[in-house]
């Protein structure tokens, strides 16, 4: 598999665990402000499984089997599991650590699509890196500590 399908790779499970981690939170959190936590996180969600399908499909496009499976994820992903103890604003702390995590990821991604003139590829981690940005913003807004 060639460097930027890998890069990809590493962006693809990591994106399907912080998506399945925000789904957890979106169902378990609780308190004050349950329905703005409720309500952002199931955008925050939807959003990742439209980049997991367009992720999955550059992959393909590059002539690489899309590898998805929860074992290929767990062994794979940089993303920490849900903390099924977390009150909302520990849910807010480990999404913002997670987003980070994957930014650092798609940074990677970014230098070898780069490297590799894969401009089509490297347009899309930008892209990623944008998403990302915006809501790590809305998360630290969101912290009260
Ligand atoms: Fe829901």
Do not use: C
Request: net charge negative; no cysteine.
């Amino acid at each position: 598999m060639g460097l930027v399908q890998q890069s990809l790779q590493q962006v693809f499970s990591d994106t399907y665990a912080l998506y399945l981690k925000t789904q957890n939170y979106h169902w378990n959190v609780t308190g004050l402000h349950f329905k703005s936590l409720h309500d952002m996180f199931e955008e925050q969600y939807d959003s990742l499984a439209e980049a997991i399908d367009e992720l999955a499909e550059r992959i393909r496009a590059l002539g690489e089997k899309t590898k998805a499976s929860f074992t290929y994820f767990r062994d794979m992903t940089k993303i920490t599991e849900p903390d099924q103890q977390a009150d909302a604003e520990a849910m807010l702390h480990d999404l913002l650590n997670s987003h980070e995590q994957l930014i650092s990821s798609l940074e990677q991604a970014k230098k070898i699509s780069g490297d590799q003139d894969d401009s089509v590829t490297e347009d899309m981690m930008i892209a990623r890196l944008s998403a990302h940005q915006k809501v790590v913003w809305m998360l630290r807004a969101s912290l009260s500590r």
